[in-house]
């Protein structure tokens, strides 16, 4: 990446002896979408807030632009903050929640009412400036939240989990909205999440984290087709890990197809599970030897069904030494 906006170096955080963040390097382009991937206690929420100012970094340094803001206060920062409690102030009313951090900067009645009235439209919530917000969805209160983050201009947005608490429908409708609005405002954003789907959706690159430790990072297919190691295929749901003849390799789950049984080189499995997911099928089998393994197949075989796989090998991941 040429001149990188943000850039964090060898960054730590410390919980006492816990080393929740080690040694992570990260670049962020002006305009980027970054989606941090980890489970619960990958370091991933600690890192954020570390870049935001709100935990201290036990080593390491962050940059914008070239200059270091590591010792700066958050309110000093230029990034805006969103987070899966949206926290809004329940005693003012929708336009006043998105107005507050231009009212803490300073800005003039005049354009502090035309920003606040323009970054509703923005959202779909036009109008909504004389809401009460306890008259809310959660999906509007979110909104609400993403429009008060935008409001001053930040650099980066900083997302933590901002959509864990919706429900699927519209968690799917704000993965859906979200980027139009961080392009039409030409901010970049650092999206913290646990969810696969979230993260390849939001992400322009996905980072994957575990342990602390930032493992790798790509554009969301590179990364799910080629992760570099058995950690990162793991954290991507990759769960067919099987022993090759030259060690340890992945099987995707697109890897399979269902073949007549009398074709050479087949893998034998006999069917556990089949769940329809709309358009395809997430099937659980287990081989004659034993191993359970799961794939996507278009077709549903039947439950207890006897079948033969046969497995592409441009679909089998292989690690480096």
């Not at 003039?108 to 969805?137: I, K, Y």
């Not at 933590?160 to 919706?166: R, V, Y």
């Not at 901010?187 to 690159?205: N, S």
Request: proline share 7%.
């Amino acid at each position: 990446m040429a001149d990188p906006m943000l850039q964090v170096r060898e960054a730590e955080v410390r919980f006492g002896e816990l080393r929740a963040v080690r040694a992570v390097d990260l670049d962020l382009a002006a305009g980027e979408r970054l989606a941090l991937l980890g489970p619960s206690g990958c370091g991933k929420s600690s890192l954020l807030r570390a870049i935001a100012g709100l935990e201290p970094l036990a080593a390491g340094s962050i940059f914008v632009d070239g200059e270091p803001i590591g010792h700066l206060p958050p309110e000093r920062r230029p990034f805006g903050l969103m987070f899966q409690d949206h926290a809004l102030f329940p005693h003012r009313t929708v336009g006043q929640n998105v107005e507050f951090g231009l009212r803490m900067d300073g800005v003039d009645p005049a354009p502090r009412t035309a920003r606040v009235g323009e970054l509703l439209e923005l959202v779909g919530l036009a109008g909504f400036e004389r809401r009460a917000v306890t008259t809310l969805s959660g999906g509007e209160a979110q909104r609400v939240a993403l429009a008060r983050a935008l409001a001053p201009g930040p650099q980066v947005l900083l997302l933590d989990e901002p959509l864990g608490s919706l429900d699927r429908h519209l968690r799917d409708r704000l993965i859906g909205e979200l980027p139009e609005v961080l392009d039409a405002t030409g901010t970049a954003a650092i999206h913290v999440t646990h969810d696969h789907d979230e993260a390849f959706a939001l992400g322009d690159r996905v980072g994957v984290m575990e342990g602390g430790r930032l493992h790798q990072t790509g554009p969301p297919g590179e990364v799910w087709a080629a992760p570099r190691s058995l950690t990162v295929a793991r954290v991507l749901g990759h769960t067919n890990v099987v022993d090759g003849p030259d060690g340890v390799v992945v099987w995707r789950p697109d890897a399979a197809t269902v073949v007549n049984a009398d074709e050479a080189d087949t893998v034998e499995a006999v069917v556990e599970r089949v769940h329809f997911r709309g358009v395809d099928h997430d099937v659980r089998l287990r081989t004659t030897d034993g191993r359970s393994l799961r794939f996507v197949l278009a077709a549903a075989p039947a439950l207890g069904e006897r079948v033969h796989l046969r497995i592409d090998p441009a679909r089998v991941i292989r690690f480096g030494d």
